[in-house]
């Protein structure tokens, strides 16, 4: 069993940065896309920022295009999400996700294959 672990959550006031990594327990662990998903308490999975192996494939949602920036090591199997500018209504718990498909990571699908544990981001206005 995979597990992603991730690290950098915090509280930081609004305009301040962040960075987020996540981790693989399995050096093998190659996934075509992976990526962020948010979710506030009460609230759905929202859909973040993800990467796949395509070269060049990085997409994002409207709310944090152009302020956070995702980028993947494959030789770590680790994915990073540096936000910048941060805005109170970015506070959420932060999930690292991973699955073989990029339209279930899009749409932040229940049944994405691999979940890590989250992190909380909390801004403060």
């Known amino acids: 069993q995979v597990q992603l672990t991730e690290s950098g959550g915090g509280l930081v006031q609004a305009g301040d940065s962040l960075r987020l990594s996540c981790t693989t327990s399995?050096?093998?662990?190659?996934?075509?896309?992976m990526g962020w998903v948010r979710q506030v308490p009460g609230k759905e999975r929202e859909f973040v920022a993800g990467?796949?192996?395509?070269?060049?494939?990085?997409f994002y949602a409207e709310s944090v295009a152009g302020r956070f920036t995702i980028s993947r090591d494959n030789g770590k199997n680790a994915v990073y999400l540096q936000m910048n500018s941060l805005k109170p209504e970015d506070t959420a718990i932060y999930y690292c996700?991973?699955?073989?498909?990029?339209?279930?990571?899009?749409?932040?699908?229940?049944?994405?294959?691999?979940w890590g544990q989250g992190t909380q981001v909390t801004v403060s206005s």
């Open positions: 990467s796949t192996l395509t070269a060049g494939d990085t």
């Open positions: 996700a991973a699955d073989p498909s990029r339209d279930r990571l899009l749409r932040a699908a229940p049944d994405v294959r691999y």
């Open positions: 399995r050096r093998s662990f190659t996934p075509y896309a």
